[in-house]
């Protein structure tokens, strides 16, 4: 998809070389803006406009990420578990009342009792995830997205002067503090 939408080699090659592909498309889109206003083919309200855009599009890329990361609050796990309990104390009597047998009423309530009991227990996973969690891979993960911003350099626009004495490193070059395998184990996914 990338190649297909951005004809450019280049391009395509640096993002696909990023770990967070929206970001840097978002980055790019905000250079290529900055350009034609340098270029004069923007006026001034026509960039600030297109600008603010491009901005508001980043922050809905940054806000979803945190939105995946956030973990649930715990009243909204505790609450549901309240609602459980209520739901499972008069699941029994609603289905005797309903004319079900006795023995199917114990099965079904067995039964659902036992998926939402499982389900409560995923919730309390959910609601604590940094038992689960590794600390080490997340804050790698952030201290390699604030790399990225300050260091990898998208390629020239067409048209557009850059230093030659700038050295546009590559994001395997930017970690080296941290080893191989650590490099490694970062991922498109987890930088989402």
Known sequence: IVNTMLPNKADAEYVLAQRQKPIVV??????????????????TAEEMALDHTAHALSEVVTTTGRIR?????????????????????????????????????????????YAMLGL???????EQPFRVMPMYQISKRSMTA???????????????HVDDEVKTLSQKE???????????????DEME
């Open 146 to 160: 604030v790399a990225d911003a300050f260091t990898c350099r998208p390629p020239p626009l067409d048209g557009e």
């Open 26 to 43: 978002v980055t790019r889109i905000r250079q290529a803006i900055h350009h034609l206003g340098k270029q004069g083919k923007l006026t």
């Open 120 to 126: 409560d227990e995923l919730s309390h996973l959910c």
């Open 174 to 188: 930017l970690t080296i503090y941290w080893n191989k395998q650590d490099a490694d184990v970062v991922t498109d």
């Open 69 to 113: 990361a956030s973990p649930i609050p715990t009243l909204y796990t505790s609450h549901t578990t309240r609602l459980l309990t209520f739901y499972l104390f008069f699941l029994p009597p609603a289905l005797h009342w309903s004319g079900l047998d006795r023995l199917i009423t114990i099965l079904v309530t067995w039964a659902v009792g």
